[in-house]
């Protein structure tokens, strides 16, 4: 089955400073993968969606100066949160779907990664 | 602005009881619907999907679909004390990938 790889599981990192986190698909191609955060006791909310070989695509309200993704291959994405402050403490989580054609479209299935717990001090 | 609505719950079933979550979403057109299930502090995991109007079960669940109701449910049958976790509707939006997610239904399953 498909795999999604996601790393660091925690990170701590003080207020100002930038944090990485990358996603994998392990078993698969990823053309497209999506950035969600989560909030205590909050569902998933879309940040952005990443395209393999261009720019993602931010969800109204998302910086997109503040959050960079990068999407060089297809298997891998990455987010980076810029300039971190506490208030953008949250779990972080990406997912992905096979490329179009594989699979039906309409019934594509999101594979999530293990997400990211990120505290900023 | 495209919602789905889940009842945050918590939704307390015995063990060994039927336990029935509902989602209803707003956009006319989407596709495909899911249901993932999460547990405090991990990721989303897939408990199955459906795309057509009815009933579709696998194991212990059954997802039901009514696209004229704009309503999507998910019964747990033979409730397990491990069902115990949050209960998330994800609805695909028509022509996208895009996938938006419901609030979640907290579900407590007593032993």
């Known amino acids: 089955g498909a795999v999604v790889s996601q790393h660091p599981s925690w990170v701590i990192c003080k207020s100002g400073t930038s944090v990485k986190i990358e996603c994998r698909s392990l078993?698969?191609?990823?053309?497209?993968m999506f950035w969600y955060r989560q909030f205590p006791k909050q569902s998933l909310m879309l940040m952005a969606t990443?395209?393999?070989?261009?720019?993602?695509?931010?969800e109204q309200g998302v910086e997109k100066d503040k959050f960079l993704i990068n999407h060089a291959s297809l298997t891998l994405s990455t987010l980076t949160v810029t300039s971190a402050h506490p208030e953008d403490s949250s779990f972080y989580i990406c997912?992905?779907?096979?490329?179009?054609?594989?699979?039906?479209?309409?019934?594509?299935?999101?594979?999530f990664g293990a997400g990211s717990r990120l505290t900023v001090l | 602005q495209k919602e789905v609505e889940q009842n945050s719950g918590p939704l307390s079933v015995p063990e060994g009881a039927i336990a029935s979550l509902n989602c209803t979403y707003s956009d006319r057109g989407s596709q495909s619907f899911f249901w993932y299930r999460q547990y405090s502090g991990k990721s989303p995991e897939l408990i199955m999907f459906i795309y057509s109007n009815g009933d579709k079960e696998d194991g212990r669940f059954t997802a039901q679909l009514n696209k004229a109701s704009q309503y999507v449910s998910l019964l747990i049958r033979d409730s397990q004390p491990s069902d115990s976790a949050t209960y998330l509707c994800?609805?695909?939006?028509?022509?996208?990938?895009?996938?938006?997610f419901g609030t979640g239904t907290r579900l407590k399953v007593l032993a």
């Open positions: 078993d698969f191609q990823a053309t497209t």
């Open positions: 990443s395209n393999e070989g261009s720019k993602a695509t931010y």
């Open positions: 994800a609805v695909n939006m028509a022509g996208t990938y895009k996938y938006i």
């Open positions: 997912s992905a779907i096979r490329s179009a054609g594989i699979v039906k479209r309409g019934a594509n299935v999101l594979t």
